[in-house]
């Protein structure tokens, strides 16, 4: 099993600026919300992607899975999500609501942002008027007050994704799925995005499990970093992150966040070779 | 299967990244573009002369070789042939008993034109919808679309009179056979154009496909379904003119006055109808490239100017 969850002592929301009445609610227990048993994928044609995979996350827990392309990762969370099913062994989930952010922000470009963010409260035939207020909440807290009206195609890679963001943040989901959200972006605005979304998680402490390819980004946002091997995609590693949250984008330069992110790197290489 | 896919728009739902537009709202949360990305628009020549001179340009051109051919080669016992260009407004187009019966065609022929249009966007668009939705349909309806376009109407127009008749109904027929195609193929290459993330994103939430239809592939089809309209309005108007040659029961339309004017080597009166014919043609043409980017300009590059 593994460690239990990191603390999330940080400061109070009113410090961390996010004093959103949605996000203040009380934080339960950590449960069990998702759990791989054994899990195996073999496509049809006869390659497979994973084998064998035992992981399980907490609420309150932001796992991240590290490891080479095409070695199953984004294939844990379309069985997470339903989107595909495993072939072998189990897999429980807990929870009513996950959010999906894609690796594109797979915004519609004849929508507004605002009717972007609206969409999925849509599709879960949300009444209009909480569907707009919850809408509206999340496009403050991911700072894209004032682009309401904008089309896609007048934003950033960076703000397009904020709007994916935001858009699943509107159902309130018990846990995210992310994959490779960031991977196209460039370097700064990435780092960005990372402050957020980490901000995000020290208030809503929703469950998550990040697919990436960046140790940094792991190591930054996560309570635990799993890494994985090459296909067959099956798990080498955890690595607990105790850093408190929420966490200085300086931390990246001190010396136990370089330490823990050579740890990972180095089971990675070798997992990979 | 899809392969003969007449859209001019490939419409790729991803937007295009850099525009102008964000550097004027609100601070950016980050990088917002500049407007220094050029788009592929800046690639080739600028500005608005650069693309409206040369049309006029081409346009003198043809004029000044029509009156070369007019009183140049032609003697004037031949001019008929090719009237000078003047001749055609001040005999013709200036002659209100001519312009009454070239008006009055051209009602019924644009009549003909627009109804079967109508009927052609309709049923093209419920093919394409059908198709979209199960992969057997699409199988087993695809190549009749393709066969349809293969079939030279002409071949049939004998059939169709021997049917419906040779009024009206049968020259409607022939406009919806002749621009029944575009409308299939081009819709249902935009229903198709939908990414799998997108696509994914719908189902997550457990979507019925009603609800896909009409929020996610419909919307995103628009372009190409314009783009097919404004092919199908042109060949709408073939359509109208060809069943005007054939079934002349009834009142005359454009075809059967232009007919009517090479029998009796009314030359004027025939160029008069031939440009009223072209010109109803841009103008239908026009129309829908208008409509498409009044509908989906905002978020798509409409083709066309």
Known sequence: ?273 | MTATVTAATASSVAANAASPGAAAGPSAPDAAPTGGATGPAKARGTGKAFRIVPPFVVAGLIVALWYLVSYGLLDASRRFLLPPLHSIFTDAFMNADTMGDIGLSLGRTAFVTLTGLAIAIVLGIAWAVAMSQARWLETSLFPYAVVLQCIPVLALVPLIGFWFGFGYPARIIVCIMISLFPMVSNTLFGLQSVGKAELELFKLHGTRRAVILKKLQFPAALPAIFAGMRISAGLSVVGAIVGDFFFRRGDPGLGALISTYQSRVQSVELFAAIFTAALFGVVIFMFFGWLGRRVVGKWHDFGGR
């Not at chain 1, 495993?86 to 996950?98: C, N, S």
């Not at chain 1, 402490?205 to 946002?221: K, M, P």
Request: aromatic share 8%; charged share 25%.
């Open chain 1, 1 to 273: 099993m593994p460690a239990a969850p990191a603390g999330i002592a940080g400061p109070s929301l009113e410090e961390l600026g996010l004093t959103d009445p949605t996000i203040g609610r009380s934080i339960p227990p950590p449960r069990v919300i998702l759990r791989f048993t054994g899990t195996g994928m073999t496509f049809p044609g006869g390659t497979t992607a994973l084998e064998d995979v035992d992981l399980t996350i907490r609420s309150g827990e932001f796992v991240s899975v590290v490891g080479p392309s095409g070695c199953g990762k984004s294939t844990l969370l379309r069985i997470a999500s339903g989107l595909e099913e495993a072939t072998a062994g189990q897999t429980w989930l807990d929870i009513q609501r996950i959010g999906y952010v894609f690796q594109d922000a797979t915004l519609l470009p004849w929508r507004t942002v605002q009717e972007n963010v609206e969409l999925l409260a849509e599709l879960e035939h949300i009444p209009k008027a909480e569907r707009t207020r919850r809408a509206n909440e999340a496009i403050k807290l991911v700072g894209l007050e004032g682009f309401e009206g904008h089309l896609p195609k007048m934003l950033s890679g960076g703000m397009k994704m904020r709007t994916s963001l935001a858009r699943s943040l509107t159902l309130n989901p018990e846990l995210f799925l992310f994959d490779e959200p960031f991977g196209a972006l460039d370097e700064i605005t990435r780092e960005r995005l990372n402050d957020e979304l980490m901000r995000l998680f020290a208030a809503q402490h929703f469950g998550a499990l990040f697919i990436t390819h960046s140790v940094q980004e792991a190591v930054y946002l996560s309570t635990r970093v799993v890494v994985m091997s090459g296909r067959p995609g099956h798990i080498l590693d955890e690595f607990p992150v105790d850093f408190p949250y929420p966490r200085h984008p300086d931390m990246r330069f001190t010396g136990e966040f370089a330490e823990l992110s050579g740890k990972v790197s180095r089971a990675l290489r070798e997992g990979h070779s």
